[in-house]
C-alpha cells in the first residue's frame, strides 16, 4: 500500500498509527523504487560525457560522434534508463508523435481497419507513434478530440471529419502552428492540407457502367445521409441517370447504415415495394454482401437477374460467391500521402504532391449485361 494513495495527512496517520508496519513498508517502497530509477546523470557516468551529451543523443540534436552515441546507447540499455517523455517534449518542442481523429461511427467494418493500419504502420516506418482520438457524434466532439492531440504536443494532426465542415476546417488549420491534414474531404482555402477521393465521380463511374451494360432500372442503397461520403455518393447515382436521361426514382432508393444488415433490410424493403430493378449500387461492401444474401434467400439470382456493385473493394470482395464487383478506393495511397506531407512540413524533403486519388472500378462476377444490351 502506497501513502501517496492515502486520502489526507490525518488518515495516514491515523492508519499509520493502527498500524505501524505502513510506515516501513512504505519507506522500503519508495527507495526500492528510488534505487531501480536510473537517471540521465547515472547514464552520463557510465558512458563518461556529460548529461548535455545524453541529451543531444536522445534530442537528435547537436553533433555527437557515432563512437560516443554507442557509448550512451550502451549506458542507456546497462542502466535501464527511460527518459521522461514529457520532459523531453517540452524541451525540443517534438513529441515524435502523430495525432489522428476518427468519428467512432468509421470503427465497425473492414474500411477503418485498413484506415488505422496503413496510418500506424506508415507512422513507424518514420520513427513515430500514432495517437488515435475519438471524434464521436459531433462537430464540437470532434473539435474536442483535436485539442485533446494538440494539448498532446502531437507535432501533427491528421483529421478524418465527418461532422467538421470545409469552412471550419480551414478555420482550425488557419489558428493552429502545428501542421494538420485532412483525409477525405476537400477544403476550399487551403488546398495543400488536404487529400481526398472524389466520391461523387466514383459512384457516377460504377452507374454508368451499368447503363452501358443495359441496365436502366438501377437501384441504390445509401451509406448514412448524416456522412459527406453518404451524401456524395448518392449525388453520384442521381447525375448518371440524369446524365442519361433516365428518370431518378425514390422508390429505388434506400437508406443504410454501412452494415451489412442494412443492406439486407435495404433489399427487403425494395422486394415489399414490388420493384423492378436489374442492378443494384452498394454505398459500401458490407451493405452490397448483405444485400446479395438477401437477394439469394429471396430467390433471386446475382448477377442473372440483379447486378450488384459496392464500394471500397475489401479484401472479402473476390471471394463472395458471386466475386463482388466494387469502386476502389486508394485509401493507402491516400494515408500515405498524408503522412509524406506532415513530415514534409515538419521535416523537410520531397513528396509527390497529389491531392485527389480517383477510385478505380474493379469489374468481377456480380456484374453482367442487362436487359437493354
Known amino acids: 500500500m502506497d501513502l501517496f494513495r492515502f486520502r489526507d495527512f490525518d488518515h495516514s496517520r491515523s492508519l499509520i498509527a493502527e498500524n505501524p508496519q505502513f510506515l516501513k513498508y512504505t519507506a522500503s517502497t519508495f527507495f526500492r523504487r528510488m534505487s531501480n530509477m536510473a537517471t540521465m546523470l547515472e547514464v552520463a557516468k557510465r558512458a563518461g560525457v556529460s548529461k548535455a551529451t545524453v541529451s543531444r543523443v536522445l534530442s537528435g540534436n547537436g553533433y555527437v560522434s557515432q563512437e560516443t552515441k554507442d557509448r550512451v546507447y550502451k549506458a542507456i540499455e546497462e542502466s535501464g534508463y527511460r527518459p521522461n517523455l514529457l520532459a523531453r517534449n ?8 502523430l495525432g489522428l481523429v476518427v ?5 465497425h467494418g473492414v474500411y477503418f481497419s485498413e484506415l488505422l493500419f496503413h496510418a500506424a504502420r506508415l507512422t513507424e516506418d518514420q520513427g513515430r507513434q500514432l495517437i488515435l482520438a475519438d471524434g464521436k457524434h459531433s462537430a464540437e466532439e470532434e473539435r474536442a478530440a483535436i485539442q485533446y492531440l494538440l494539448d498532446l504536443r502531437c507535432d501533427a494532426i491528421i483529421i478524418y471529419p465527418r461532422f467538421l465542415t470545409p469552412e471550419e476546417m480551414d478555420e ?13 474531404r476537400r477544403l476550399r482555402k487551403n488546398n495543400s492540407h488536404c487529400v481526398w477521393s472524389d466520391q461523387k465521380a466514383s459512384s457516377q463511374m460504377a452507374v454508368e457502367q451499368l447503363i452501358g451494360q443495359g441496365h436502366r432500372d438501377i437501384a441504390f442503397i445509401t451509406g448514412s445521409l448524416d456522412s459527406p461520403t453518404g451524401i456524395e455518393r448518392l449525388a453520384g447515382y442521381k447525375t448518371a441517370l440524369d446524365k442519361h436521361d433516365i428518370t431518378v426514382r425514390d422508390d429505388l432508393i434506400v437508406e443504410g447504415k454501412w452494415t451489412p444488415q442494412t443492406g439486407a433490410a435495404a433489399v427487403e424493403t ?7 430493378f436489374s442492378a443494384l449500387v452498394a454505398s459500401n461492401d458490407d451493405m452490397a454482401i448483405g444485400a446479395i444474401k438477401q437477394l439469394h434467400a429471396s430467390g433471386v439470382q446475382v448477377p442473372q437477374q440483379v447486378s450488384v456493385i459496392g464500394f471500397d473493394d475489401v479484401a472479402l470482395a473476390p471471394y463472395t460467391i458471386p466475386a463482388l464487383a466494387s469502386v476502389k478506393i486508394p485509401v493507402t495511397a491516400m494515408v500515405e500521402e498524408t503522412i509524406n506531407r506532415l513530415i514534409f512540413m515538419l521535416d523537410g524533403g520531397e513528396f509527390n504532391f497529389q491531392s485527389e486519388f480517383p477510385g478505380e472500378l474493379i469489374l468481377r462476377e456480380s456484374v453482367t449485361d442487362g436487359p437493354f444490351a
Open 90 to 97: 517540452l524541451a525540443t518542442k517534438k513529441s515524435q508523435t
Open 172 to 184: 482550425i488549420i488557419r489558428d493552429h502552428d502545428q501542421p494538420i491534414m485532412v483525409l477525405n
Open 103 to 107: 468519428t467512432n461511427t468509421l470503427y
Open 270 to 276: 425494395l422486394l415489399e415495394r414490388k420493384l423492378t
